[in-house]
């Protein structure tokens, strides 16, 4: 059986908090815990377990409350990228929103990371964007959107 299809993908839980705050997501927020903890309690935060193992994380939240916006996604570690586990977390989190009633998706991808941006068009984004100069470090940051297809049945 290949990787994907061994891993376990779910929504994250309050028993999860320790591994998110051990891969120190939001730790440069001023409300990042907070902001976690509420983000956990509505669904936002999905996880990829692997035999007990958490390998991978994805965070959306709502942009003006009402478009979902993909804020974080990594496969952790590097060996099990590139092996489908992106591509179901991200499935897992299309049904969801489709069965909430959203109908498009938005994400981002820093300038300097095109390995990011191929691997969004490939899952079906398009560019609508860039904001220069928008992170600590300097870089700038590709939007992509992706349309929601109502599913069949
Ligand atoms: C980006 C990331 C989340 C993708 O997850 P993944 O599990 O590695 O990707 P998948 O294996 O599910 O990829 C699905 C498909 O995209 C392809 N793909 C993967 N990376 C690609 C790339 N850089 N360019 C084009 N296609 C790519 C895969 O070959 C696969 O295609 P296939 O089904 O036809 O074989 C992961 O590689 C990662 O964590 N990267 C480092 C952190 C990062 O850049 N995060 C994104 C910041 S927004």
């Known amino acids: ?71 974080l996604l990594f496969i952790r570690p590097d060996e099990y990228q590139g092996q489908g586990v992106g591509r179901r977390m991200l499935g897992f989190l299309e049904d969801s929103l489709r069965q909430r009633g959203y109908r498009s998706l938005m994400s981002s991808a820093q300038t300097d990371n095109p390995r990011s941006q191929a691997w969004h068009r490939k899952m079906g984004f398009h560019e609508i964007g860039i904001l220069y100069d928008i992170n600590t470090d300097g870089t700038g940051e590709v939007f992509l959107l992706k349309q929601l297809a109502p599913q069949d049945g």
Do not use: Y
């Open 1 to 71: 059986m290949n990787l994907a299809d061994r891993v376990e993908v779910r929504f994250a839980s309050g028993s999860d908090m320790s591994w998110l705050r051990e891969m120190e997501i939001g730790k440069d927020d001023p409300q990042g815990r907070e902001m976690l903890e509420l983000h956990v309690r509505m669904d936002q935060v999905i996880l990829a377990v692997l035999e007990g193992r958490t390998i991978g994380c994805l965070r959306f939240e709502l942009l003006w409350s009402k478009l979902p916006f993909v804020s």
